[in-house]
């Protein structure tokens, strides 16, 4: 498979199901932000505890941040709910819309606790990979949203990774989570870059 954005008219063409009065091909980020607008503190709390349970969250994360990934997962829960998704694939380019780039600067561990569940969460918009991570699942070997970045056929080593969710239930132990400075800082400023 190679990477690149997808013809969504095209796709829909092939993958919508007609005839289903609940069928939608897309979800609007307006619809997550929303959710994330009705998470409770305590529901906050107790995301934050999954995650030191699930992830090695390192000294040097922002506390914030952390707060910020919670509160987008669990309206990640509540969308799948919804919608009844067995995989999602996104793709976000943004207007500047605050609540929009909040909940998708904070996208990652949410995504990836899905995916742990059986629910493969794919970036840049990569529905094939979606499902290739479904299919592996339901052999129970899992998978996860990578690309290669180096191979060395001397020592049999291939580099990969990839800086969005991974599939934590496959990993060698528990994902480290680190971050020194705020995403969202980073992400403004690159919409600032782009947008009016």
């Not at 290669?148 to 049999?156: E, L, T, V």
Request: glycine share 8%.
């Amino acid at each position: 498979m190679r990477s690149s954005l997808a013809d969504q008219t095209w796709l829909f063409t092939k993958f919508t199901v007609v005839g289903l009065e609940k069928s939608r091909f897309f979800i609007e980020v307006d619809e997550l932000a929303q959710f994330r607008r009705e998470v409770t503190t305590g529901q906050i709390a107790e995301r934050v505890k999954e995650f030191y349970e699930k992830f090695e969250i390192g000294p040097d994360f922002v506390r914030d941040e952390l707060e910020r990934a919670a509160r987008t997962s669990v309206a990640l829960d509540r969308l799948v709910m919804e919608h009844d998704l067995g995989s999602l694939a996104y793709y976000y380019l943004g207007t500047g819309n605050t609540d929009n780039v909040d909940a998708i600067s904070s996208i990652i561990l949410g995504n990836s606790l899905l995916t742990a569940r059986g629910i493969p969460v794919a970036g840049e918009y990569e529905i094939k990979n979606a499902q290739a991570m479904k299919i592996m699942d339901s052999f129970g070997a899992g998978g996860s949203f990578t690309e290669y970045y180096a191979m060395d056929f001397k020592d049999d080593v291939v580099l990969m990774g990839h800086d969005g969710p991974g599939h934590i239930a496959i990993a060698q132990g528990k994902t480290r989570c680190v971050r020194s400075t705020s995403i969202r800082a980073r992400w403004d400023a690159a919409c600032r870059s782009r947008c009016p």
